[in-house]
């Protein structure tokens, strides 16, 4: 396949992704916090305790900015930061109950809008999106 070939169908994927994520976060609306939160909530929850400086790397913020961030989660009880047990100059990020309940209730309806979604597809259709998730997951590992 030629080089612009390949550029056309990376656009178009680009612009597909954008557009569906785009699409299933219209269902994190009802949880109360905002985008750059629940980034944040995400990286902690689904990777696991993290320092404030990994979380920065993580979201491409600032220390600053995550800190404020951060704040945010605290004030809402969906995180608490305690200092590393090997650096006490190391903050680290945990989800508290609280937290991790929230991001799998916003993680089960944006699944389910993604459902919804796949339910006007043919069973081909279905199995080739399977196919490609498996393509692309390989891709991004």
């Known amino acids: 396949m030629e080089p612009e070939e390949r550029k056309k169908i990376a656009t178009k ?14 269902q994190d609306a009802t949880l109360g916090i905002g985008p750059a939160q629940l980034s944040a909530l995400s990286v902690v929850v689904f990777g696991g305790p993290i320092s404030l400086g990994g ?7 600032r220390p600053p900015t995550m800190s404020r961030i951060v ?20 903050v680290m990020i945990s989800a508290t109950e609280k937290g991790a309940r929230l991001m799998y209730e916003g993680q089960d309806r944006r699944v389910q809008k993604l459902v919804r979604l796949l339910g006007t597809l043919s069973e081909d259709d279905i ?3 399977e196919k490609a998730t498996a393509i692309l997951s390989g891709v991004l590992v």
């Open 13 to 26: 994927l680009h612009s597909t992704a954008i557009h569906l994520l785009r699409t299933l976060r219209t």
């Open 71 to 90: 704040e945010g989660l605290v004030q809402h009880k969906l995180v608490r930061r305690d200092s590393s047990k090997e650096d006490r100059r190391v």
């Open 127 to 129: 199995q080739q999106l």
């Open 55 to 61: 979380l920065s790397k993580s979201e491409q913020v």
